[in-house]
């Protein structure tokens, strides 16, 4: 028996356009007013993701930064929220040269990319001033490096891997594009490690989650939970671990669908 339905943003919920569209919206709400738990976990950033969902009130909790923070949307409180020390972020930097593209550094509001176009926008702050990062991001939530050549990202993930064992590194890639980067976060956080923090607070097991993905950093919340389903846009090691696909992407509402198809043969 479903219990938690857990939900990816990007190549998952969000269309093409990387917004969510309102039968989206009212059919998760529709659930959750069931007794669903509806979770967002995604690799945004809190501000991002709330943006991105018009302020996911469709969800009971959202979990940001690839599983870094858990956030409890009804009664707006932070349930966990682990940091990367800025001595972490410092040793990154000091991996920078010409082959970079940008390092962005984040919290819970602002992305402050490392850069040489430098503006500011809604949620995106560009700079090549490495003090004023580390002055105004206080809480680091994660951090990622682009390359201008992705082919380069997994030998520097090696070089990473080996020297940086105070955090957790993943190489990632959206299922709608073939570029690579690399995501740092604290060590021992990632999604399918919030999932089962949260879903141990709510006396839910993992074979009760339903969980939605399509990228990098889907594929244990795919894999661990008890149905764990791929997109159809999703990579295909997402798909390998999978117990089952989609029928439609996530152009085409592709979660929404499933869950119709689903609940009406097990009711």
Not at 61 to 73: E, M, N, R, S
Not at 105 to 112: F, S
Not at 196 to 205: D, G, V
Request: proline share 1%; aromatic share 10%.
């Amino acid at each position: 028996m479903i219990k938690m339905i857990v939900v990816d943003l990007d190549g998952t919920i969000l269309n093409e356009k990387r917004q969510i569209t309102k039968n989206t919206i009212n059919y998760l709400h529709s659930l959750k007013e069931k007794g669903f738990i509806i979770v967002i976990a995604t690799g945004r950033i809190y501000a991002s993701s709330l943006l991105a969902t018009e302020g996911a009130t469709f969800a009971n909790y959202l979990l940001t930064d690839a599983g870094t923070c858990i956030y409890d949307l009804e009664n707006n409180k932070v349930i966990k929220k682990d940091l990367i020390r800025k001595e972490t972020i410092e040793k990154i930097f000091s991996y920078y040269d010409d082959s970079f593209n940008f390092i962005d550094v984040c919290d819970q509001n602002h992305t402050y990319k490392y850069i040489e176009e430098c503006h500011e926008g809604r949620s995106v702050i560009a700079t090549k001033d490495l003090d004023y990062i580390l002055t105004q991001c206080n809480e680091i939530t994660h951090a990622a490096i682009s390359l201008k050549d992705y082919n380069r990202v997994p030998a520097l993930y090696t070089k990473l891997k080996k020297e940086m064992t105070d955090a957790d590194i993943i190489i990632m890639q959206d299922s709608f594009k073939e570029n690579k980067w690399l995501e740092i976060f604290p060590k021992g956080c990632n999604k399918w490690n919030a999932i089962t923090y949260l879903a141990e607070t709510l006396s839910i097991k993992a074979e009760e989650i339903m969980a939605f993905g399509d990228g990098g950093n889907d594929i244990e919340m795919i894999e661990k939970c008890g149905f764990g389903i791929a997109m159809k846009n999703a990579l295909p090691s997402i798909k390998e671990v999978a117990n089952d696909i989609t029928t439609f992407d996530y152009k085409e509402e592709g979660v929404i669908k499933y869950l119709e198809k689903y609940f009406r043969k097990n009711e």
